[in-house]
C-alpha cells in the first residue's frame, strides 16, 4: 500500500533539520525511519529519511497537518513547499 502526504509548508531549523507540515497522513502508517520521495508532476526530485515528528504548538487550523523532521537536504523551496503540488510518497 503507498502512502502519500501533501507538502504544505517547509521550515528550516538551526543544526540542519527541516520540518516538513503536511497533509492527508494515514495514521496507521508509520514514516519514523522511512525513506520517502519528493514527488511533484510523478516526478521524483529526492528521497528523504523522516526522523521523527514534530508538535505543532499553537496549532490553531490546519489540524489535518502533521510536522516530520528531516536531517536531510531538503531541495524544496519555501514557495514550492506552499504551492501545494508537492507530495511526499512511501511504501
Known amino acids: 500500500m503507498k502512502m502519500k502526504m501533501n507538502v504544505q509548508e517547509k521550515f528550516e531549523l538551526p543544526g540542519g533539520v527541516t520540518i ?26 529526492q528521497t528523504l529519511t523522516i526522523s521523527g515528528e514534530k508538535k505543532m504548538i499553537n496549532q490553531k487550523a490546519n489540524f489535518e497537518q502533521k510536522a516530520f523532521e528531516t ?14 503540488k508537492w507530495q511526499l510518497v512511501g511504501d
Do not use: P, T
Request: aromatic content about 4%; hydrophobic content about 35%.
Open 20 to 45: 516538513l507540515a503536511c497533509a492527508g497522513y494515514e495514521k496507521d502508517f508509520d514514516v519514523i525511519g522511512k525513506k520517502l520521495n519528493l514527488i511533484c508532476d510523478g516526478e521524483v526530485r
Open 71 to 84: 536531517h536531510d537536504k531538503v531541495l524544496l523551496s519555501q514557495e514550492e513547499a506552499q504551492s501545494g
